[in-house]
């Protein structure tokens, strides 16, 4: 299982809180790319709720990863 940037962002609108097969659900009729429903077929759990992408993905990145300042601009 590997998660970039983009696959990862395909479940960005997700309906979090959400369990392994409600994510499949919603990657497959989003039309998301094959390799973000390989990915979260791959996920080992037990009846387990996701409450966001991090809990898939701990290194996605959050707007407080990226550092700029608007009032300088």
């Avoid at 609108?13 to 097969?21: C, G, L, R, Y």
């Avoid at 791959?42 to 959050?62: A, L, V």
Wanted: hydrophobic letters at 35%; proline letters at 7%; a negative charge.
């Amino acid at each position: 299982m590997y998660w970039t940037l983009e696959l990862a962002s395909k479940l960005e609108d997700a309906p979090w809180p959400a369990t392994k097969d409600e994510l499949i659900d919603y990657a497959q009729r989003s039309g998301a790319p094959l390799e973000v429903i390989e990915n979260l077929q791959e996920i080992e759990e037990d009846g387990e709720i996701f409450e966001s992408i991090e809990d898939i993905w701990p290194d996605y990145p959050s707007n407080e990863d990226f550092f700029f300042n608007e009032d300088e601009y």
